[in-house]
């Protein structure tokens, strides 16, 4: 199943970017490897709670960039 994400980038209109469950299944945080899901157009580390952007379609999974 595919979930819609809206994300925003510098010079581009609004879009929509698709991420697959199989992949969020798969990803964990890379702060404490807890489990991710996707909320509120980021990926959300169940965990420690840190959010990570989406950009253009690729989850930006660096703690560097992620909020906490």
Do not use: H
């Not at 209109?13 to 404490?32: Q, R, V, W, Y």
């Not at 999974?61 to 992620?66: G, V």
């Amino acid at each position: 199943r595919l979930r819609t994400a809206k994300t925003f980038c510098g010079n581009c209109a609004k879009g929509t970017e698709m991420i697959d469950d199989a992949l969020l299944a798969i990803l964990s945080c890379p702060a404490c490897q807890g489990d991710v899901a996707f909320k509120d157009d980021r990926i959300v580390c169940s965990r420690c709670g840190r959010r990570y952007p989406i950009k253009d379609g690729i989850p930006v999974l660096l703690a560097d960039e992620a909020e906490e």
